[in-house]
């Protein structure tokens, strides 16, 4: 992981996530997919949180679970610890989680990691509506 710009990557095909802050719009956009194993849990709280300290206060995200599994112990506690860590600087965080038991495992973690900037759609298209939404009222400023 060099710095918080441009398109970080860890895992493989098979589990992992993606990150990338646009700093012109100071949206940070995640995508997560697969079953984690420990490596992939740790390399993602620590990436992500770091992507997440390059943007700018009141940033939004966009996050891509589409492909993503429920997840066992180390999986859960990577995702209250990016959701803890990143609340006080969060503006709106809009995830699509279409798999209903990813996403009760993630709305629980959030409301357990103080996550009120969390909202969780079905689609990715819904998501970014929302999302488009927010930063449209200049809330993020």
């Known amino acids: 992981m060099e710095g918080p710009q441009g398109m970080h990557r860890g895992g493989d095909d098979r589990e992992g996530f993606s990150v ?4 012109l719009s100071n949206v940070v956009r995640v995508a997560a997919w697969g079953f984690w194993g420990p490596d992939v849990a740790l390399a993602f709280s620590r990436d992500v949180l770091l992507v997440c300290a390059g943007a700018r206060v ?6 891509d679970c589409s492909g993503l599994n429920p997840q066992r112990a180390e ?4 995702w209250g610890r990016w959701m803890l860590e990143t609340g006080p600087r969060l503006g709106r965080a809009c995830a699509a989680v279409p798999n209903a038991v990813t996403k009760l495992q993630l709305v629980r973690i959030a409301k ?3 996550g009120q900037g969390w909202t969780f759609f ?20």
Not at 20 to 23: M, R, S, Y
């Open 58 to 63: 009141r940033f939004g995200l966009l996050v």
């Open 20 to 23: 990338e802050l646009d700093p």
């Open 122 to 141: 079905s689609t990715i298209e819904a998501a970014l509506l929302a999302l488009a939404a927010y930063k449209s009222q200049g809330e993020d400023r």
């Open 112 to 114: 357990a990691s103080h």
């Open 75 to 78: 999986g859960q506690e990577a």
